[in-house]
């Protein structure tokens, strides 16, 4: 199996370990955290902050970006340029328990978590979060930088801007653009299009 380090140990961490040792392609060689508060995680060693990056890629020459995202996408972003930047290479990472259609194109960072589904002539941009159990249907398009959580589904042709977040639960109406940088919180039915920088809440 190749090498790979986790940038970021939190709790999204933890998933993408689990998600990374069922797919048995990467050995987790270590992690990078923001400061060096922990010894280890799932007992794989803590390597250091991202200032090690460049050092580290001379030896291990995959990284995944290990933190998540909510509010804003830009902590991915700068982290996802930094590791590409030391000269590392980003894999797709698919879990086994997960369907991803050989009609569907995935971009390099991504993650496709257990039980999640991704039809026939889905496009997945770069450096996303495929959370589990989501579903992406048919026809949709999910620009970079973006998660869409836990239970989610984007129906049919549905568009997703570059960095942004649809919370746990929430589904998509089929053919809706949403605009870059949008948060959608959980448990949401959307019905209508979203202008770049929304935030759409649950109405009560």
Not at 111 to 130: F, P, Q, T, Y
């Amino acid at each position: 199996m190749k090498k790979i380090i986790l940038i970021g140990a939190g709790g999204h961490a933890h998933a993408c370990i689990d998600v990374i040792e069922q797919c048995k392609k990467y050995s987790i060689a270590g992690l990078i955290v923001k400061k060096k508060l922990t010894s280890n995680v799932f007992g794989y060693t803590v390597l250091g902050t991202d200032k090690k990056l460049k050092k580290i890629s001379k030896k291990i020459k995959h990284a995944f970006i290990s933190i998540g995202q909510i509010k804003t996408s830009k902590i991915r972003i700068n982290l996802y340029k930094k590791a590409i930047e030391a000269g590392f290479k980003l894999p797709i990472i698919t879990s086994p328990y997960a369907y991803v259609s050989p009609r569907a194109k995935i971009g390099k960072g991504t993650i496709i978590m257990h039980g999640a589904v991704v039809n026939a002539n889905a496009i997945i941009g770069k450096n996303c979060i495929i959370n589990t159990h989501c579903i992406i249907e048919h026809d949709v398009i999910v620009e970079d930088h973006c998660h869409v959580s836990t239970g989610a589904i984007l129906n049919g042709k549905v568009s997703l801007g570059r960095g942004s977040f649809i919370g746990s639960g929430s589904v998509v109406k089929e053919k809706l653009k949403i605009g870059n940088n949008c948060v959608v919180s959980a448990n949401v039915f959307l019905r209508k299009n979203l202008s770049p920088g929304t935030t759409h809440k649950k109405q009560r």
